[in-house]
């Protein structure tokens, strides 16, 4: 089942690196099948905050690049195996304010009727030598009790990452969390679109 990857490393500035971002993704359908969706995700920030997001699937091959440039005013997705990009251009920005970020599957999704939602903070943990935040949702249908979700997000303001993301609801799980953090700034030419590709550029 199609779901929205959340986004573990956020385009702030002056602090470069890069991560990887494993994930597993369960989702039980109405028969009480399930189907498991491992993936891993490559990160690379830069000093200004430029991202690339590098998707790979389970047997490790590289199915797609995301290039998010702001200081040039550009979104690009390349699939590296067509070696073709798409650009979808925008005015140029000093700043990474306002850029749209995946959340991930989280609370009642899909679920009409009221709800209710309790959130509690967690202690704080230390993931890859960096200390997070944690908190807890939990969302209850008001009409229908036993539909019931709980999300937990681990966060670092600081270094503008998120370590650790569980979501358990009644139709899925989800568990996404971060490793092999690397602070040394990444090589420039990661964030330019490579000559060879061919480029078209669609409206946003």
Same mark, same amino acid.
């Given at each position: 089942?199609?779901?929205?990857?959340?986004?573990?490393?956020?385009?702030?500035?002056?602090?470069?690196?890069?991560?990887?971002?494993?994930?597993?993704?369960?989702?039980?359908?109405?028969?009480?099948?399930?189907a498991?969706? @491992?993936? %891993? /995700?490559?990160?690379?920030?830069d000093?200004?905050?430029?991202?690339?997001t *590098?998707?790979?699937?389970?047997? =490790? $091959?590289?199915?797609?690049?995301?290039?998010?440039?702001?200081?040039?005013?550009?979104?690009?997705?390349?699939?590296?195996?067509?070696?073709?990009?798409?650009?979808?251009?925008?005015?140029?920005?000093?700043?990474?304010?306002?850029?749209?970020?995946?959340?991930?599957?989280?609370?009642?999704a899909?679920? @009409?009727? %009221? /709800?209710?939602?309790?959130?509690?903070?967690?202690?704080?943990?230390?993931? *890859?030598?960096?200390?997070?935040? =944690? $908190?807890?949702?939990?969302t209850?249908?008001?009409?229908?009790?036993?539909?019931?979700?709980?999300?937990?997000?681990?966060?670092?303001k600081?270094?503008?990452?998120?370590?650790?993301?569980?979501?358990s609801?009644?139709?899925?799980?989800?568990t996404?969390?971060?490793?092999?953090?690397?602070?040394?700034?990444?090589?420039?030419?990661?964030?330019?679109?490579?000559?060879?590709?061919?480029?078209?550029?669609?409206?946003?």
């Amino acid at each position: 089942m199609p779901h929205e990857t959340p986004t573990m490393v956020l385009p702030i500035s002056g602090l470069p690196l890069s991560a990887e971002q494993t994930e597993e993704y369960v989702s039980a359908s109405p028969d009480v099948t399930s189907a498991t969706d @491992t993936s %891993k /995700i490559k990160y690379y920030r830069d000093a200004v905050g430029r991202m690339r997001t *590098e998707a790979q699937s389970a047997d =490790g $091959t590289l199915r797609a690049i995301v290039l998010e440039n702001f200081i040039d005013g550009f979104i690009a997705v390349l699939d590296p195996q067509a070696k073709l990009g798409h650009r979808v251009k925008f005015p140029k920005s000093s700043s990474t304010d306002g850029w749209a970020v995946g959340a991930g599957p989280s609370g009642l999704a899909g679920v @009409t009727g %009221k /709800i209710t939602r309790k959130t509690e903070d967690l202690e704080k943990q230390t993931i *890859e030598g960096v200390e997070f935040v =944690g $908190t807890r949702t939990t969302t209850t249908s008001d009409e229908q009790p036993s539909l019931v979700a709980v999300d937990e997000s681990w966060m670092s303001k600081d270094f503008g990452l998120i370590g650790l993301l569980k979501h358990s609801g009644p139709d899925s799980e989800m568990t996404s969390r971060i490793q092999n953090i690397d602070r040394n700034a990444p090589d420039p030419m990661l964030f330019v679109i490579p000559a060879d590709y061919r480029i078209r550029d669609v409206q946003p």
